[in-house]
């Protein structure tokens, strides 16, 4: 029998609430019956607050359904043949009961049958962790739990459901980012399970959307990513992998090899999140990239000491590689890399006192200086038992807010239509001239238009 809890919809925000239950009751005039499943069951025990409902409607066909739904919302079909809904611009999301059948290999290869009268105890068992197959009547407040999936989250267990789990290689990547997010163990059969999976050539928006949600969401990455080790997944990665064993100097890294000081790091850089979805997400990656250059760069010198001489330029290759892996976003990987080549140099900077000059140089570098002490920030906490001092951090976030450059790269004052109306015509010349000018700007010898005209009219050609 199920369970009847106490108004679950309580913790689910108000426009949440009041849509699941308008849903509900639309489909039980039509003659169907709505569950809210998934995520967001599950979110609510697991105490945070869902964004978006999944529901699975009993008893009517896709058809049925949308004609229902186009009485009072906008519904598109995500794919007729999965029978799945989207409203339009609401947050929610409607499926059918379904079977799914592995018919060939990678995340298409499957036989799906849908079934408007399959009970849930059977449509759940196409789903993959028990923490998700979880249904909730809105209407009635009966839960219904056949695999367990509650006693898990009460143990924050995460465990697969059956043996279907192993048809879909992404759901390995799935238990990644759900082991970081909800602070969970993964169970000793799932992980054996995940070991025997291949990533059987995902495409690369599937693998992002994965590591997406871990860096924006994860809150304990270590767990994820040793669970990515402990499961042989690390070999899909060949550039993590190699951090595991390369050696550092203890001294400045008494907490172990690379791949552990990237772990403490990848947490450091969890807990100081900005809630900014783009910027945590290129501030992660490079994070998780910062130390890529070692283990090519490593060496014992003949005082027994190791050292990566140029590991950060040399961290450029790896990181391209790895992110290639993932995404084609030209933009994420072109402001991911200049973090990567200079994570070191908020420390070099203070150190060096350095001028305005080189901060503007490092601005036009790196994008955003903000962002690049994060970066410094993360590999300085990544020490453990280590408490370093970070000064370089607040000295170089003042320098670069009075240069005005902490969040930007300087923006040129003279321009090529400056040089039009000094009566130049576009051509090969303006390149090197507008160079020269740069230079100049970031070296502090002009700082607005009318100085800048007149370094402009020094640059001109005589005619």
């Given at each position: 029998?199920?369970?009847?809890?106490?108004?679950?919809?309580?913790?689910?925000?108000?426009?949440?609430?009041?849509?699941?239950?308008?849903?509900?009751?639309?489909?039980?005039?039509?003659?169907?019956?709505?569950?809210?499943?998934?995520?967001?069951?599950?979110?609510?025990?697991?105490?945070?607050?869902?964004?978006?409902?999944d529901c699975?409607?009993?008893?009517?066909?896709?058809?049925?359904?949308k004609?229902?739904?186009?009485?009072?919302?906008?519904?598109?079909?995500?794919?007729?043949a999965?029978?799945?809904?989207?409203?339009?611009?609401?947050?929610?999301?409607?499926?059918l009961?379904?079977?799914e059948?592995?018919?060939?290999?990678?995340?298409?290869?499957?036989?799906?049958?849908?079934?408007?009268?399959?009970?849930?105890?059977?449509?759940?068992?196409?789903r993959?962790?028990?923490?998700?197959?979880?249904?909730?009547?809105?209407?009635?407040?009966?839960?219904?739990?056949?695999?367990?999936?509650?006693?898990?989250?009460?143990?924050?267990?995460?465990?697969?459901?059956?043996?279907?789990?192993?048809?879909d290689?992404?759901?390995?990547?799935?238990?990644?980012?759900f082991i970081?997010?909800?602070?969970?163990?993964?169970?000793?059969?799932?992980?054996?399970?995940?070991?025997?999976?291949?990533?059987?050539?995902?495409?690369?928006e599937?693998l992002?959307?994965?590591?997406k949600?871990?860096?924006?969401?994860?809150n304990?990455?270590?767990?994820?990513?040793?669970?990515?080790n402990?499961?042989?997944?690390?070999?899909?990665?060949?550039?993590l992998?190699?951090?595991?064993?390369?050696?550092?100097?203890?001294?400045?890294?008494?907490?172990?090899?690379?791949?552990?000081?990237?772990?403490?790091?990848?947490?450091?850089?969890?807990?100081?999140?900005?809630?900014?979805?783009?910027e945590?997400?290129?501030?992660?990656?490079?994070?998780?990239?910062?130390?890529?250059?070692?283990?090519m760069t490593?060496?014992i010198?003949?005082?027994?000491?190791?050292?990566s001489?140029?590991?950060?330029?040399?961290?450029?290759?790896?990181?391209?590689?790895?992110?290639?892996?993932?995404t084609?976003?030209?933009?994420?990987?072109?402001?991911?890399?200049?973090?990567?080549?200079?994570?070191?140099?908020?420390?070099?900077f203070?150190k060096?006192?350095?001028?305005?000059?080189?901060?503007?140089?490092?601005?036009?570098?790196?994008?955003?200086?903000?962002?690049l002490?994060?970066?410094?920030?993360?590999?300085?906490?990544?020490?453990?038992?280590?408490?370093?001092?970070?000064?370089?951090?607040?000295?170089?976030?003042?320098?670069?807010?009075?240069?005005?450059?902490?969040?930007?790269?300087?923006?040129p004052?003279?321009?090529?239509?400056?040089?039009?109306?000094?009566?130049?015509?576009?051509?090969?010349?303006f390149?090197?001239?507008l160079?020269?000018?740069?230079?100049?700007?970031l070296?502090?010898?002009?700082?607005?238009?009318?100085?800048?005209?007149?370094?402009?009219?020094?640059?001109?050609?005589?005619?």
């Amino acid at each position: 029998m199920p369970e009847i809890l106490s108004n679950p919809l309580d913790s689910l925000p108000r426009e949440l609430s009041s849509l699941a239950v308008e849903l509900a009751k639309v489909t039980k005039i039509a003659g169907g019956r709505l569950l809210l499943v998934g995520g967001s069951v599950r979110d609510l025990h697991l105490g945070s607050s869902p964004s978006e409902i999944d529901c699975e409607v009993q008893g009517l066909s896709i058809d049925q359904l949308k004609s229902t739904l186009s009485k009072n919302y906008t519904c598109h079909e995500v794919g007729k043949a999965f029978g799945v809904l989207k409203l339009r611009s609401l947050p929610a999301e409607l499926s059918l009961p379904r079977t799914e059948i592995k018919t060939g290999s990678g995340h298409k290869g499957f036989s799906v049958d849908i079934d408007p009268d399959l009970p849930f105890s059977r449509s759940v068992q196409r789903r993959d962790f028990t923490i998700n197959a979880i249904g909730l009547d809105p209407l009635t407040n009966e839960l219904f739990d056949p695999t367990g999936g509650i006693a898990d989250i009460e143990k924050r267990l995460l465990r697969h459901i059956g043996p279907a789990f192993s048809e879909d290689p992404l759901r390995v990547l799935r238990a990644m980012q759900f082991i970081a997010r909800f602070n969970l163990n993964i169970s000793p059969q799932t992980l054996s399970l995940c070991k025997s999976i291949s990533m059987e050539n995902l495409p690369p928006e599937r693998l992002f959307e994965e590591w997406k949600k871990l860096l924006i969401k994860g809150n304990n990455l270590s767990a994820a990513l040793n669970f990515l080790n402990d499961c042989n997944w690390l070999k899909y990665f060949p550039e993590l992998l190699a951090l595991v064993g390369c050696e550092q100097e203890p001294e400045w890294h008494p907490e172990g090899d690379a791949w552990v000081h990237t772990l403490h790091c990848m947490d450091a850089f969890a807990r100081e999140r900005t809630g900014n979805e783009w910027e945590d997400l290129v501030v992660g990656f490079a994070v998780l990239c910062h130390d890529l250059g070692k283990p090519m760069t490593t060496v014992i010198g003949e005082d027994g000491r190791i050292r990566s001489p140029l590991h950060e330029p040399r961290g450029e290759q790896p990181t391209r590689a790895f992110l290639s892996r993932l995404t084609n976003q030209v933009e994420l990987h072109e402001q991911v890399v200049p973090l990567v080549r200079r994570h070191l140099t908020p420390r070099t900077f203070y150190k060096d006192q350095a001028s305005d000059g080189a901060i503007r140089r490092l601005a036009s570098k790196v994008k955003r200086i903000d962002r690049l002490v994060r970066v410094a920030a993360a590999d300085i906490a990544g020490r453990p038992p280590r408490n370093d001092e970070f000064p370089e951090g607040p000295w170089l976030l003042k320098r670069a807010e009075e240069l005005k450059v902490k969040d930007s790269v300087p923006k040129p004052i003279i321009l090529g239509r400056h040089l039009i109306q000094k009566g130049m015509k576009p051509g090969a010349d303006f390149g090197p001239i507008l160079k020269k000018c740069l230079e100049a700007q970031l070296d502090g010898i002009f700082d607005d238009l009318i100085s800048g005209l007149d370094f402009l009219e020094k640059q001109l050609p005589i005619n």
